[in-house]
């Protein structure tokens, strides 16, 4: 078997690819500034923005009067994302396309990249049903459950959960399930090659021989999740991940070695120098951290048997991800580290979900699913201080050079998670 290569062979190569990076993001950063003079250049600006998320607050004002109002996040068709408030009394308008006027006031460029608060007045909502909405419709007559409809969508339109659900997701320790990330691109990878596979060699031993299915299956696959993509307006833990499956293949067809954090490092550079917003997004680093853990396991126990990897693997993925989680979410309860075994069952009813529903017998799982939403949770908030989650990540990249560092690496992310049963129990 002939070796792959390295990525890079010389520091000279390494330093042309980082001055042609930084091109790309001067270049990208450029546009998004004129993007942002251009927005900011009037008091009011005319929008058309999706609904995200809806959710009513209410506020004591100064003069001690008690405010009722409802608050929207908002994604534009320029990929802004922002809040902006409405009127209580306003309908439900979750997933719907507005038209507003709103007044951004003096927000800074690193607001505009990342995410704004703005007054606005909606002038109308766009009440045409959308291909997507279609489908989501035809998903939920499918279920009698609201909670389980809803979850499906969010599976397969990124459609966003309540509140009550995504809590009892994330002291599950499942939200990355839900949210739609890499995993789910990987499991349509594979799921799409095995139901390209027969029906492609069948039709090449037949007609074009001298084809190579690993490169046809790859495109026409990759073409598929790109289109999925932008149905599902390019989420950025989705862009990374197809970022990286495109990048990774190239380099992997062409005999260079993919498992290196070099690899790694260069898809996020080129990443984050198209879109620079995606350094302000929270999911797209917690995705770029759960590919590094894989490599670093993959890397450190390379030699190892594929049992050996298939059983522990998921568990260090956990174990490694939990400061991530506690530092962010404070999320936590007995039935968290139960998340291992879920992800692993999720491998399978993800694809089986996705037939199910194409035939019409969606309903197939809701059972079980119903006992996942009512089974009562002993909820604990468990807030890490980010100096620990810091001494995480400064152990993490050394633990890339020294294998020392690896092992204490493991003993303080599991004393994380042994203090974390214990005061669940205690309290």
């Keep these: 078997m002939i070796a792959r290569v390295a990525l890079f062979t010389t520091h000279k190569e390494r330093l042309f690819f980082l001055l042609v990076a930084l091109f790309i993001a001067i ?38 009067y008690s405010r009722t109002y409802q608050v929207l996040k908002l994604k534009s068709n320029d990929g802004l994302n ?3 408030i409405a009127p209580k009394k306003l309908e439900d308008v979750k997933g719907k396309i507005l038209s507003l006027e709103i007044w951004a006031g003096d927000i800074t460029f690193l607001e505009y ?16 049903e959308s291909f997507k909405n279609s489908l989501e419709q035809k998903v939920q ?17 990124a459609h966003p959960l309540n509140a009550k659900l995504q809590e009892r997701f994330s002291y599950l320790g499942v939200s990355h399930l839900i949210a739609i990330s890499g995993f789910h ?11 390209l596979r027969k029906p492609y060699i069948f039709l090449q031993d037949r007609y074009f021989p001298f084809r190579s299915f690993k490169r046809d299956s790859f495109f026409i696959i990759s073409t598929l999740l790109f289109f999925y993509m932008l149905f599902l307006e390019t989420p950025p833990s989705l862009l990374r991940a197809f970022v990286m499956l ?3 293949f190239i380099l992997y067809d062409r005999g260079v070695k993919i ?27 917690l995705s770029v951290a759960g590919v590094f853990y894989i490599f670093l396991f993959l890397i450190h126990f390379e030699k190892r048997s594929k049992i050996f990897k298939f059983i ?65 949770i002993d909820k604990q908030t468990i807030k890490l201080d980010m100096e620990f989650l810091y001494l995480q990540i400064a152990l993490s990249f050394v633990a890339i050079f020294r294998r020392e560092a690896l092992w204490l690496l493991l003993f303080f992310s599991s004393s994380i998670f042994i203090y974390s049963i214990y005061y669940v129990t205690e309290f």
């Design 141 to 157: 007559n499918q279920h009698t459950s609201l909670e389980i409809a809803s979850l499906y969508n969010a599976l397969y339109f």
């Design 312 to 376: 522990l693997l998921p568990i260090w993925i956990y174990i490694m991800m939990l400061p991530y989680s506690l530092s962010i979410f404070a999320s936590f309860s007995l039935y968290h580290p139960l998340s291992i075994i879920l992800t692993a069952l999720f491998t399978l009813f993800y694809p089986l979900s996705i037939v199910a529903h194409t035939i019409a017998q969606g309903a197939l799982f809701d059972s079980w699913l119903q006992i996942l939403l009512s089974y009562p």
């Design 27 to 64: 270049a990208s950063l450029g546009y998004e500034f004129y993007s942002y003079k251009k927005f900011t250049a009037f008091d009011s600006q005319l929008i058309e923005a999706k609904v995200l998320k809806q959710y009513t607050k209410t506020k004591t004002t100064k003069q001690g």
């Design 185 to 195: 691109l990987g499991l349509l990878f594979g799921f799409l090659l095995l139901l």
């Design 246 to 248: 495109v990048v990774g």
């Design 82 to 84: 922002f809040y902006t």
């Design 259 to 285: 498992l290196s954090m070099e690899t790694l490092f260069v898809a996020v550079v080129l990443i984050l120098a198209l879109f620079p917003k995606l350094l302000f997004s929270i999911g797209f680093w």
């Design 113 to 128: 990249l990342r995410t704004f608060f703005a007054y606005g007045k909606i002038l109308n909502i766009d009440e045409n």
